[in-house]
C-alpha cells in the first residue's frame, strides 16, 4: 500500500512557471509508475504525464508536451512536475496517482490533489 501527499500548487500569472512535488511512502521497494492528472472545473480528470519506475520512460499528454517535465527521485521517493509556461487553461487541481504490479496502468493509489492556478 502507498500514501502520496502532492505539494507545490498556487496561483501564478500566465507564463509563470510551478514545481509540485508527490511524496510516496509505504511499500515503494515494490516499484511502481508514477504519474500526474489534473481535474479542472466542471471537467472530467484527465492524464499529463507518467514515468515509470526506474525514471527511464516518460510519457506527456499533447497538450503539456514541450512545457512540463516530469522527474523522479528514489531514493527521496518524490515525483516531481516541472510546468512551465503556464497558460489558464493548465488552472486544475493536480493529483499524483501511482500504479504498482503488475504494471498495468491502472492506478491503485491516489493523492489528495494540489491546486494549480493561473491567471491571465
Known amino acids: 500500500q502507498l500514501h502520496l501527499v502532492e505539494s507545490g500548487g498556487g496561483l501564478v500569472q500566465a507564463g509563470g512557471s510551478l514545481r509540485l512535488s508527490c511524496v510516496v511512502s509505504g511499500r515503494t521497494f515494490t516499484g511502481y509508475t508514477a504519474a500526474w492528472f489534473r481535474q479542472a472545473p466542471g471537467k472530467e480528470r484527465e492524464f499529463v504525464s507518467a514515468i515509470n519506475p526506474n525514471g527511464v520512460v516518460t510519457q506527456y499528454a499533447d497538450s503539456v508536451t514541450g512545457r512540463f517535465t516530469i522527474s523522479r527521485d528514489n531514493v527521496k521517493d518524490t515525483v516531481y512536475l516541472e510546468m512551465n509556461n503556464l497558460n489558464p487553461e493548465d488552472t486544475a487541481v493536480y493529483y499524483c496517482?501511482?500504479?504498482?504490479?503488475?504494471?498495468?496502468?491502472?492506478?491503485?493509489?491516489w493523492g489528495q490533489g494540489t491546486q494549480v492556478t493561473v491567471s491571465s
Open positions: 496517482a501511482a500504479d504498482v504490479p503488475p504494471l498495468d496502468y491502472v492506478y491503485d493509489y
